[in-house]
């Protein structure tokens, strides 16, 4: 199995009752790649996935291309893509074997190849005892497991994933996400990945599409959405950014806290931003400003500090410390210029 290129070329939607859903929107995804769609409920995923799906259609003149070829026109089950649902969509009275066997079936696949296909996925997916099971006597977990392992049974071109753990609890999150992680590797399949959720599109994306009112703010790799976020909704969306205000000082910033110096991008900005992993807290003569402890949440690796430094927005810190910090004490932090970051835009 591997994956073509694909390619969305001005697709825009606007709905009967008149909601614009999607702006035209562009995406040049690789063959093989992993690209996430990520963004707040109502910002437009779901209609680009069934657009690239061939489940609704573009209606601002706008293309998609398969392999280089135009697919705008072409039904979805003559595209060739497997896809998975936040609600998996299996049928509920066949066995998990007959729920992966059905898309080799309808396509006409003798049955011996049907059943050594049937067992090939289930093994990928581990879950192979469940063979005989009934979707009804499975887990939420488990279900999507068998709607993974239907979806790649018939070796599609690509795979089209709404948001398949958003329904599943934490732990169970976790390591499914890490199992499609290692599927996703394994296939080298092209796949359009949809979620609100920013850990998972840090963990699973070749690249982030991070999408705002039915467009695309910003497309990068997950290290230059999180280093060199593109606007404030991009930086507020994925992680934390502290943002302060402050007034040119030279190379530097002044703010009711303190004084940061600026690397050259930033010299001259008065609205900068940093992420909490990048402060450190140490001696007052070392700080660039310092604060009063508002709370302190330890995290068992980590604690997370919120500093009130008498400006309007207060300071999250991660420290390293596991001693305990008290509401109200003083704290004392240093940041280096070049973590400073500033918006281009
Ligand atoms: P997301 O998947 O990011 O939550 P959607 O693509 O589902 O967003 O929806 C984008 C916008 O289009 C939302 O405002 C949504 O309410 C609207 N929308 C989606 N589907 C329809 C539809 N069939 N009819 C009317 N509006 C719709
Ligand atoms: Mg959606």
Redo the contacts with the bound molecule.
Sequence with gaps: MSGIPIQVQRCGKT?D?G?R?LEPIDLEIAAGETIVLL?P???????TLRIIAGLEAPDTGGRVLFDGTDVTPVPIEKRNVGMVFQSYALFPNMSVAENVEYGLKVRGMPAMQRAARVKEMLAMMHIEPLAQRRIDQLSGGQRQRVALARAIATRPRALLLDEPLTALDAKLRDSLRLEIDRLLRSLAITTVY?THDQAEAMALGDRIAVMEHGRIAQIGSPQDIYSAPASSFVADFIGTMNRITGVVQGNALRFSGGVIALGPDAVGSTEIMFRPEDVRIVSPAAANFSGKVVSSFFLGDHTRLVIDTGDAQWVTVRAQQRTPFISGESVHCAIDPAAVLTLKS
């Design positions: 709905f009752d909601t859903a963004g409920s109502g910002c437009g995923k779901t209609t949809v």
